[in-house]
């Protein structure tokens, strides 16, 4: 018997499985996205991916980039940038970010970065035209040395 025509996993519905893998972590539905191709399926729908938060380095850039275009339907982003402002987030990191957000993410409502000061008043304009209910919020909050700290808030609508 060849191994690949065996189905291992019951016969439920599509909707049945997306409900099961709704009660999943987001690490546990990656790592369930390696199982198989019909597991991947189910891990990556776009509607277990409502809400991300994600930190940003360029070390994980690609596979940001890479799920982000998959969350068609995703609907609240946090960014966090480097905690350091010595290692800020490259403005060409960014702006990659935002276009497969502006591209493939246009349901977003909301996105609120942290640690990533390089985000450009262009940028903001453009996630704001992916929809016209994105509220973009923007924190910093750099840790200069032991004793003090650094901070500023931008809102935008």
């Not at 291992?8 to 972590?25: A, G, M, V, Y």
């Not at 070390?59 to 998959?70: A, F, G, I, K, T």
């Not at 960014?79 to 493939?104: F, I, M, Q, W, Y």
Request: net charge negative; hydrophobic share 35%.
């Amino acid at each position: 018997m060849d191994s690949q025509s065996v189905n291992h996993s019951p016969d439920l519905p599509r909707e049945l499985w997306i409900q099961i893998f709704n009660l999943l972590t987001r690490k546990d539905l990656l790592r369930s996205s390696t199982v198989c191709k019909e597991f991947y399926s189910y891990a990556m729908d776009p509607i277990l991916w409502k809400t991300l938060d994600l930190n940003l380095s360029l070390d994980n850039l690609r596979l940001h980039q890479n799920l982000l275009s998959r969350c068609t339907m995703l609907l609240t982003l946090q960014l966090r940038g480097p905690a350091t402002s010595h290692s800020e987030t490259p403005k060409e990191a960014l702006n990659s970010l935002v276009d497969v957000l502006s591209d493939k993410c246009i349901q977003l409502g909301s996105l609120q970065t942290m640690n990533c000061p390089s985000m450009s008043k262009d940028q903001i304009a453009q996630l704001t035209n992916i929809t016209t209910v994105c509220s973009i919020k923007q924190t910093t909050h750099f840790i200069m040395n032991n004793f003090g700290s650094n901070d500023y808030e931008t809102t935008g609508t």
